[in-house]
């Protein structure tokens, strides 16, 4: 398993007028998690979220064209308001390894802003080229903080 030492395949920042509590109340509330999680024209179905060390995010997701993704996080890492890091099962149906996220929030502006990063590491070259490449993993990203932002910033629930 790739470790968070070496250079990200994927490092995505996005700075929020939110606070690091409405960044953090969007990623552990199930409702809200399912508004944001996944690029634009998706919908998600959270089955279980218990953001903890050793807990488990499983969500489905729902692309445009109604195919559906079954994806399974497990979180090594939380550190609430700051840090989160969890490993993504892979999914052997796309030929995907599992791989290792890490999500930093930072306080920027006393608290008015925040800065939200996203980096991910692959087990492989191929496995990069699948996400980056042929699942555009960059361009999902940068859409999914655009759409925590929205969640954070127009409240949870």
Do not use: C
Not at 88 to 117: F, M, N, Y
């Amino acid at each position: 398993m790739p470790n968070d030492s070496i250079t990200p395949d994927l490092d995505v920042t996005r700075v929020m007028p939110a606070s690091p509590d409405q960044i953090w109340s969007a990623w552990i509330d199930p409702t809200a998690i399912a508004r944001w999680w996944g690029p634009d024209g998706f919908t998600s179905t959270v089955r279980e979220l218990d953001v903890r060390e050793g807990g488990r995010f499983d969500v489905v997701m729902q692309g445009p064209d109604g195919s559906t993704f079954e994806n399974l996080y497990l979180f090594d890492t939380v550190e609430a308001g700051m840090r989160v890091t969890y490993v993504h099962q892979g999914a052997p149906e796309h030929g995907l390894a599992p791989s290792r996220s890490v999500v930093t929030i930072e306080e920027v502006d006393a608290g008015k802003r925040t800065s939200v990063t996203l980096r991910s590491f692959y087990a492989s070259e191929s496995d990069r080229k699948k996400h980056l490449v042929v699942f555009q993993a960059a361009a999902g990203a940068q859409q999914l903080l655009e759409r925590l932002e929205q969640v954070a910033v127009g409240g949870t629930g």
